[in-house]
Nanobody, 123 residues
Framework: QVQLVEAGGGLVQAGGSLRLSCAAS????????MAWFRHAPGKERELIAA???????YYAHSVKGRFTISRDNAKNTVYLQMNSLKPGGTAVYSC?????????????????WGQGTQVTVSS
């Protein structure tokens, strides 16, 4: 069993930055792939960033160049540094874990989810 807890959400002006964290506990492994999803009002949940055991990363086109996913294995924590935030980035951001070496692109491929943290970007 794995538990994921996100933190770091809040209100930020367009162009500003936030850093989200996702702390994993329970039977976790640094070999597990992890990802960040976001769910904006009226839109489908989308994968925005993922990282695998070797720190290979994936970014959605909408955030590439602005967001950075990283991990600290000693702390069992994954981060999402979000720069140049846009109003369209307003959403609930959720951390997800996949019990596989490689990350995936579909929600159903992830085994554990955090509760989500709200990010609101004002214009």
């Amino acid at each position: 069993q794995v538990q994921l807890v996100e933190a770091g959400g809040g209100l930020v002006q367009a162009g500003g930055s936030l850093r989200l964290s996702c702390a994993a506990s329970g039977r976790t492994s640094s070999s597990y792939a992890m990802a960040w999803f976001r769910h904006a009002p009226g839109k489908e949940r989308e994968l925005i960033a993922a990282i695998n055991w070797s720190r290979s990363t994936y970014y959605a086109h909408s955030v590439k160049g602005r967001f950075t996913i990283s991990r600290d294995n000693a702390k069992n924590t994954v981060y999402l540094q979000m720069n140049s935030l846009k109003p369209g980035g307003t959403a609930v951001y959720s951390c997800a874990l996949r019990r596989t070496l490689a990350y995936a692109y579909r929600e159903d491929d992830y085994d554990y989810w955090g509760q989500g943290t709200q990010v609101t970007v004002s214009s």
